[in-house]
């Protein structure tokens, strides 16, 4: 397994590094607030190829693998974006595998998203689906049925902590668009939501990154008693840690991705710490990378002291969105008893 960017991917990164800075900064994602979308932004990204880059070149995408795609999941955690990729990519390569026309949504006219959160059969209603309040299209699990939906998107989200653009989406019930059943059905919703756990990673590693960087650039600048405040022993110890903490979480996601490209069955040994399976280890990389983004957001927030809660500070922005984004598919307590379950086996409850 290889971590340091190869070529390609150094040029991705310097590409939308460039491109989310120049784009999104903080002004642009204060304005979409509350919704949490930016139309003209996610015009400015499809123009880009955004939208399309992670669909297979036979559907007309640019082919990119998981690797390519986490670079450009990680500047929009960095910049806090507020457009739909990690949805609509996750979801566009799910509908790549069946026979459906796809340029609408490679292009980024249509927006697709995935209902992460799957609706037991002869349900109405797919809960609280990420950017269900802009998509266009909905894929996602009813029962055992995996069904496309393509209808109006509301337009407004239930307020919520992180100003995400989440919304109850419709499930069909009656004549749905079935891609696939049963054992197939399943198989493919967990690996497009494995996909979209490690892509969602890769994002809060993002927020962690750019909420360290927040903080040094504060401590350096708050004078106390004649001095930074970043020469505090207190707050040093507050952000000494955080650059292990955030490494890890890049290292796990970088491991979740490298085996979402590989294409063939990992496995998961405990006893050896051998993990290699694709779907263990986006959980994993779900769980680390959400906890340290919490943790780095809460240790820069308290280094601004009062001001941290201050709408005007930018420090609120990432806080709220590291414990939002975390939260969109359910509580991460039930995931990691679904990770134990599956690394361990299941116990009596």
Not at 116 to 128: D, F, I, K, Q, S
Not at 182 to 204: K, N, P
Not at 264 to 291: H, K, N, W
Request: glycine share 10%; proline share 6%.
């Amino acid at each position: 397994m290889r971590l340091d960017l190869g070529e390609d991917q150094r040029a991705i990164d310097e590409v939308f590094a460039a491109f989310f800075r120049r784009e999104s900064p903080v002004a642009v994602v204060r304005a979409a607030e509350p919704l949490g979308y930016d139309a003209s932004l996610w015009a400015k990204l499809a123009e880009l190829g955004g939208p399309g880059m992670g669909a297979p070149e036979t559907a007309g995408g640019g082919g990119a693998g998981l690797g390519d795609l986490a670079v450009v999941a990680d500047h929009l955690g960095q910049t806090i974006a507020p457009v739909p990729f990690v949805e609509h990519t996750v979801a566009t390569r799910l509908l790549a595998r069946f026979d459906l026309d796809l340029d609408d949504i490679v292009s980024g006219g249509r927006i697709a998203t995935l209902a992460v959160r799957p609706a037991p059969a002869g349900a109405t209603t797919w809960p609280l689906v990420p950017a269900g309040a802009v998509a266009d299209v909905v894929v996602g699990l009813v029962g055992d049925d995996l069904v496309c939906v393509q209808s109006e998107p509301p337009g407004a989200a239930p307020h919520n902590h992180a100003a995400m653009p989440i919304a109850d989406r419709t499930a069909p019930s009656a004549t749905p668009m079935v891609l696939a059943t049963g054992d197939d059905a399943r198989a493919a919703f967990a690996h497009a939501y494995a996909e979209w756990q490690t892509l969602t990673a890769w994002s809060l590693t993002g927020i962690a990154v750019a909420a360290q960087e927040i903080a040094l650039e504060y401590v350096k600048e708050r004078h106390q008693f004649d001095r930074p405040i970043g020469s505090f022993q207190a707050l040093q110890q507050q952000l000494a840690d955080l650059p292990i903490v955030i490494a890890g979480a890049q290292l796990l996601a970088g491991k979740a991705a490298w085996a979402g490209d590989r294409g063939t069955p990992g496995v998961v040994d405990t006893e050896l710490c051998d993990i290699t399976d694709f779907e263990t280890l986006a959980g994993m990389a779900f769980l680390f990378a959400s906890d340290a983004a919490a943790l780095a957001t809460d240790r820069s927030l308290h280094a601004h002291g009062g001001y941290g809660y201050a709408e005007e500070y930018d420090i609120q922005l990432y806080y709220r969105r590291a414990r939002g984004w975390a939260l969109v598919a359910g509580d991460p307590a039930h995931e990691a008893l679904r990770l134990a379950d599956s690394m361990f086996g299941p116990v009596a409850r």
